[in-house]
């Protein structure tokens, strides 16, 4: 156990777990993990069968009432249900509640449905456990840096074993949806940019939340959301139009939604934008031709927060009584907090607006997830006071935020020998997210709760380090009078490590940013620093990709924290001090400029691409076309090298493939976990093709000196995409290779697919 850990886990912490048995503790979980990757779910003939005769018996209202969803509240003295809400689950007319939780609270109501209804249905408990329930994670999209899949389920394992604990069945996550716009601030959500990766995250973390059976009391079902395409948000405004071509929806933001639905994902979220003029909700493309027929999803579908409602602003009905018909005749099964189908569902039903099959299938879906959860058998299994407090916030939970935490962890610039920092050295500690609690949680985080987290201060006070701290500025406004105090605290230390970044409420949603800058006087402080001369490390906070073009011209180190979660300080402070060796890689691109967005690594090369020698090419007059940092991009302490790509073959047909090989070398003093990339670019398609696009990657932990051959294959399928009449397939030709640490500094070698 090393001193820096040992003392971390001491501090506020119980039991100190030394670093081998937490590696048993993976080791376990992955053996778990790999177990529930071998069954996606399905809907079973008893849960029809179930289903079935529960419908035969139901009044058209209890239907009704099955496909409305209310929200429970929060009030200072806790948890609480509008007056109106009570009465309509005595009435059998709520079939789910969302925001309830704490096993108390939840089986009071429950006890409700249960008991106090007609048919004793009992109801479904959803809440946006998106990183963790009380032990909070970094944030979807610094999870995501990790690149560690088997690590992202467990994560999501740990939240679905907590929320459990507390009551709830149902989690509205993962969110999965592509963004190339870092304007947008749900970016902060979901797996960043890229298709593949994305992908293969989407199925990790459904995996994780419903387990291996949905029906065991430690798992959840997952919502995956929001369907479809939220991301595209035009110009990157939240709720904003989305206005994109059937090409890109489906090989860009869809595969997402269908590697979880792959994966055995309960239920879908609707999301609030249009996808070629037709709002989600009330979208049957995406719905039936999409969703149940191409996909055969099974499972349930429940709007995003009152998106049936928001169909009228949208302009494509006249009222909520119209939205109600497009709703549930376009595929939705049940209403966020609109009240809508509660409104105006039978009523229509009973003027042949709506047929009651519709509602009867709707209806069917809802009742066959209940059984599959087994709140028929036992409608209270899931809540328990032994295992909240047992399970929820437990130190192994903890253990593994802090290792998901390091993880997520990207070192951006790393110059002077700034980093790793001696232990011998004083540190001035400084700027607004040094020590706030609050802000390292982020965005939907759950019941985490401020008082629960080690900030980078309270880390490096842990261990003993000689720290002189001052806030020096907020992260918004424009005092800039306390930057003084900081530049005192700068000149009494050997190195200065500033905290600067976003405010959680910057990000998630309703939070879109034209100007992707650091906020507020930050700047001013980080120049007050780097005027005392002393070495400048920058910790970033925040929820999306920046504009660091000043920055990184103003201070020697960057290290991009993310909103790190319940352990952030530790994790931190463990990478700045050595005790752990940045791994993370970047899974969204970081423009020098907003004026360059969207500008992602899988773009086309047009016909005109940049040319230096030639004016008239596609670039910018005011900054160059590359980003600041491409997509995959990250440093480490070790030293990294590549051997030259060696194929199996050059050439190889549809039935056959390739083996391609590289040698990486750990030339450097210091263990590290490289993720060595392979990219794809199809030369000449039917279809203008990007210059490359993802195709897989695997990490290798290297000890000083060591050198590995990693091993990818390629074939046909690997190669598909839609072809100029939309026919997913591979077309023969040539193929480049490009494989290295991110997607710009790659080495290539061309294959030919033949046939
Ligand atoms: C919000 C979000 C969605 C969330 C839901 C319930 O508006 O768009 O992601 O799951 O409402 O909180």
Redo the contacts with the bound molecule.
């Keep these: 156990m090393d001193c820096v850990k040992q003392a971390l886990l001491v501090g506020g912490y119980k039991n100190v777990i030394n670093r081998l048995m937490i590696k048993k503790l993976l080791l376990s979980f992955s053996i778990l993990l790999l177990l529930s990757s071998l069954s996606a779910q399905q809907l079973s003939d008893r849960a029809w069968a179930r289903a079935d005769s529960l419908l035969g018996q139901m009044t058209l209202d209890e239907k009704v009432g099955q496909m409305t969803l209310f929200?429970s509240d929060w009030v200072v003295t806790g948890p609480t249900l509008r007056p109106g809400y009570r009465d309509d689950i005595l009435a059998g007319k709520v079939g789910a509640i969302?925001?309830a939780h704490t096993s108390e609270y939840n089986h009071q109501l429950q006890k409700m449905a249960v008991e106090e209804t007609r048919l004793g249905i009992p109801l479904l408990f959803?809440?946006?456990v998106?990183h963790g329930y009380r032990t909070i994670f970094p944030i979807p999209l610094g999870e995501s840096a990790s690149w560690d899949l088997q690590g992202i389920e467990q994560t999501a394992r740990i939240a679905a074993v907590e929320a459990s604990a507390a009551g709830l069945n149902w989690t509205?996550?993962p969110?999965v949806d592509i963004a190339r716009d870092p304007r947008w601030g749900?970016v902060a959500?979901g797996a960043g940019e890229d298709t593949y990766l994305g992908s293969l995250i989407s199925a990790a973390r459904v995996r994780g939340f419903q387990g291996q059976n949905i029906g065991d009391e430690n798992t959840i079902l997952a919502?995956v959301?929001?369907y479809a395409a939220y991301g595209a948000a035009q110009a990157g405004r939240d709720y904003n139009t989305v206005d994109i071509s059937d090409r890109t929806l489906r090989e860009i933001y869809l595969p997402p939604f269908k590697a979880a639905k792959d994966a055995g994902v309960y239920s879908f979220?609707t999301?609030?934008n249009d996808v070629d003029a037709v709002p989600c909700s009330g979208n049957s493309y995406l719905l039936q031709d999409i969703l149940r027929k191409e996909w055969g999803f099974q499972g349930m579908v429940v709007t995003?927060?009152t998106s049936i409602n928001e169909m009228v602003p949208h302009g494509i009905v006249a009222n909520n009584a119209e939205a109600a018909t497009l709703a549930v005749n376009a595929g939705v099964d049940m209403d966020?907090?609109g009240a809508v189908y509660y409104d105006y569902l039978a009523k229509q039903v009973k003027e042949g607006l709506v047929s009651v099959e519709t509602v009867d299938q709707s209806v069917r879906y809802i009742l066959a997830l209940k059984y599959e959860l087994g709140l028929f058998d036992d409608p209270y299994r899931y809540g328990s006071k032994e295992r909240e407090a047992e399970e929820v916030f437990s130190q192994a939970h903890l253990n593994v935020a802090l290792e998901s935490s390091i993880k997520s962890l990207v070192l951006l610039k790393n110059e002077r020998g700034a980093l790793p920092i001696s232990a011998s050295k004083s540190i001035a500690v400084v700027g607004p997210l040094a020590d706030n609690k609050a802000e390292m949680l982020g965005n939907?985080f759950g019941d985490g709760r401020a008082d629960d987290v080690i900030t980078p201060l309270m880390a490096f006070r842990a261990i003993g380090a000689d720290v002189y701290y001052a806030k020096g500025c907020e992260t918004s406004g424009e005092d800039e009078s306390r930057i003084s105090e900081a530049v005192v605290a700068a000149e009494q230390a050997d190195i200065i490590v500033a905290f600067v970044g976003e405010s959680g409420y910057m990000s998630g949603?309703a939070a879109s940013r034209s100007d992707i800058t650091l906020p507020g006087p930050q700047r001013a402080l980080i120049s007050a620093l780097e005027a005392t001369g002393k070495p400048l490390v920058l910790v970033l906070m925040n929820g999306r990709p920046l504009d660091l073009s000043w920055e990184v011209a103003h201070c020697d180190a960057i290290l991009e924290a993310w909103f790190p979660g319940t352990m952030g300080g530790p994790a931190i402070v463990e990478v700045l001090m050595g005790e752990a060796n940045p791994s993370g890689r970047l899974p969204i691109t970081f423009p020098r400029s907003v004026g360059q967005v969207p500008i992602f690594y899988n773009a086309k090369n047009t016909g005109r691409p940049f040319d230096a020698n030639n004016k008239y090419t596609s670039k910018y007059l005011d900054v160059e076309n590359t980003p600041l940092f491409p997509f995959g991009f990250g440093l480490s302490y070790a030293e990294i090298t590549y051997g030259k790509p060696v194929l199996s073959k050059t050439e190889f047909s549809a039935s056959e493939t390739v083996k391609i090989s590289i040698r990486v070398t750990n030339t450097g003093d210091v263990a590290t976990t490289e993720t060595v990339q392979l990219y794809v670019h199809d030369l000449v398609g039917s279809v203008t093709r990007p210059l490359k696009e993802l195709k897989g990657f695997q990490q290798v932990t290297l000890a000083p000196g060591a050198t590995q051959q990693v091993e990818f294959e390629i074939g046909v399928n690997d190669l598909a995409f839609y072809t100029r009449d939309m026919t997913w397939k591979a077309e023969p030709g040539d193929f480049e290779i490009q494989l290295g640490p991110n997607s710009r500094d790659v080495q290539t070698a061309t294959i030919k697919l033949t046939d």
């Design positions: 929200t969302f925001n959803g809440y946006d998106v509205f996550a969110m749900r959500e919502c959301k929001h979220m999301a609030f995003d927060y966020m907090q939907w949603e």
